[in-house]
């Protein structure tokens, strides 16, 4: 039997409505009706798996026992993918139009691009970047202060800040909401790296991916909405926690004990100084709002201290997830 062109890749966790709407978007095409299409359900309590598998005819669904984190589902996802390109695509997305063949097009056509991305849009159809530099120190550092919001091509430097994204451009990092990676590219570099649990996990793919000769692209080949975090917004605090755990993973990886060390020192560092400027606003203007933002930020700084302030050195570079789950 002939591989399909595109094996579609849904990690679901109490996403249930917007899976199923994500997939009816999918099959509002011949292209999308022909492609292979598996979701990951990452042990919802929702009855998403149950929902598709009652509508949606010839969509495998893998039910996971634990809710092992985006990248482990998604490499489950890998090992039944027979398609000749792989799409990581979220629960929380609608596919416009023709944009996914239009995207095996545009691969077909651009024998060195290794992986992709599509022109992504907000729920009230505003441009959402995807598409990012890699998150150096520096990056991280204009992010974390808040100085990317200044005027001016560096300071936006790291999300390409006055790009539309109408236009082809060679990128650092895509985001895994819409990401399409050439199965011989997948074979080449192997999965996702199952050590990141919420965040880190498709930058480092993309490190590796342009690391082994690829290009990464944004092609204005079409359009999809994403409502973004869904799954994410369910984790309270413990969502900054993992996002920061997954960036020090990240930096410890590439950079090694030093690069994490500087990673971890600096957003620490930040979150703790969110913490005090939010309280003393709160004791300032006694806003409700500020009070919890003070609270918030000083979970997120204790656990993040729980987590990584453990010696040796090399307990920096643990999963947050074991602390928080």
């Known amino acids: 039997m002939k591989a399909p062109d595109l094996s579609i890749i849904i990690v679901s966790w109490n996403t249930r409505e917007m899976t199923c709407a994500c997939l009816r978007s999918v099959r509002e095409t011949e292209f999308g009706r022909q492609a292979q299409c598996i979701v990951v359900d990452n042990n919802s309590s929702d009855g998403s798996a149950e929902a598709v598998e009652s509508e949606f005819e010839g969509v495998e669904v ?16 890998f090992a039944r993918a027979t398609g000749r ?5 979220n629960s929380d997305t609608l596919v416009l139009g023709a944009v996914l063949e239009a995207s095996i097009k545009y691969l077909d056509q651009h024998a060195d691009v290794g992986a992709m991305g599509c022109r992504v849009l907000n729920s009230d159809r505003t441009l959402q970047p995807t598409c990012f530099q890699y998150p150096s120190v520096l990056n ?7 100085l990317h919001r200044l005027p001016g091509r560096f300071f936006g430097r790291y999300g390409y800040r006055g790009w539309l994204r109408d236009s082809e451009r060679d990128v650092d990092v895509i985001t895994g909401c ?13 999965p996702l790296d199952e050590r990141f649990f919420f965040c880190g996990e498709e930058t480092d793919w993309c490190r590796r991916i342009k ?30 926690v993992l996002l920061s755990a997954g960036l020090v993973k990240l930096h410890a990886k590439h950079g090694g004990l030093l690069g994490g060390a ?10 703790a100084l969110r913490a005090v400027v939010w309280k003393l606003a709160s004791i300032v203007t006694h806003v409700p709002a500020h009070r919890d933002r003070a609270k ?3 979970q997120v700084t204790r656990a993040f201290e729980r987590s990584w302030m453990r010696p040796p050195v ?12």
């Open 314 to 325: 090399e307990a920096t570079i643990t999963s947050a997830a074991t602390t928080l789950a």
């Open 85 to 89: 390109h792989v799409l990581l695509l």
């Open 262 to 271: 500087a990673a971890w020192t600096l957003l620490w560092l930040c979150n």
């Open 178 to 190: 819409y990401l399409i990676v050439r199965k011989s590219v997948l074979e080449a570099i192997g």
């Open 211 to 240: 690391r082994a000769g690829h290009r990464l692209v944004l092609a204005p080949v079409g359009e999809i909405i994403h409502h973004g975090n869904a799954s994410g917004r369910q984790l309270s605090y413990r969502r900054d």
């Open 62 to 77: 893998i039910r996971s026992p634990t809710n092992a984190g985006f990248a482990a589902a998604n490499n489950v996802g």
């Open 140 to 146: 991280l550092f204009l992010l974390s202060t808040g």
């Open 296 to 298: 918030h930020f000083l």
